[in-house]
């Protein structure tokens, strides 16, 4: 069942979520039946440590903090996960392995996302549909 039908994951991560909460503390209303097990498959693709989540948001970097964003977006099984540029602040590496969870949860839960960037090198990934804007839509 899918908890919220869209999920906004901003350029930002800064001012998203509260800075003197945990991230675990901030899923810790979401879990469900499949939670553990979905939650360590998030962890897994992304490779992100399991440590982090009970540290503050303030002290992850801004990479950790949007992965964070991605993993709570992920966890609410949206329908539809809108990214605005929320790859900006991840390496190429860590880029890549964000895709990988986004298109994992296309293909297990049905999500469509609309992923927002500058960066030209992900309009070449194996996306359904693919839109540029360059003062017109083409």
Request: glycine share 4%; aromatic share 8%; charged share 25%.
């Amino acid at each position: 069942e899918r908890s919220n039908l869209i999920q906004y994951i901003p350029q930002d991560p800064f001012g998203s979520v509260p800075e003197f909460q945990s991230l675990y503390e901030l899923i810790s209303d979401i879990q469900d039946s499949e939670y553990n097990e979905t939650l360590s498959v998030i962890l897994n693709i992304i490779a992100y440590p399991r440590k982090l989540l009970h540290r503050r948001i303030s002290q992850l970097s801004g990479g950790q903090r949007q992965l964070g964003l991605l993993i709570i977006a992920a966890l609410k099984k949206p329908s539809v996960l809108i990214l605005d540029e929320s790859f900006s602040a991840l390496d190429q590496e860590m880029t890549k392995k964000a895709i990988e969870l986004v298109l994992h949860l296309k293909s297990i839960q049905g999500m469509s996302s609309i992923i927002i960037s500058h960066n030209l090198e992900l309009y070449h990934l194996e996306f359904d549909r693919k839109y540029e804007l360059d003062g017109e839509l083409r």
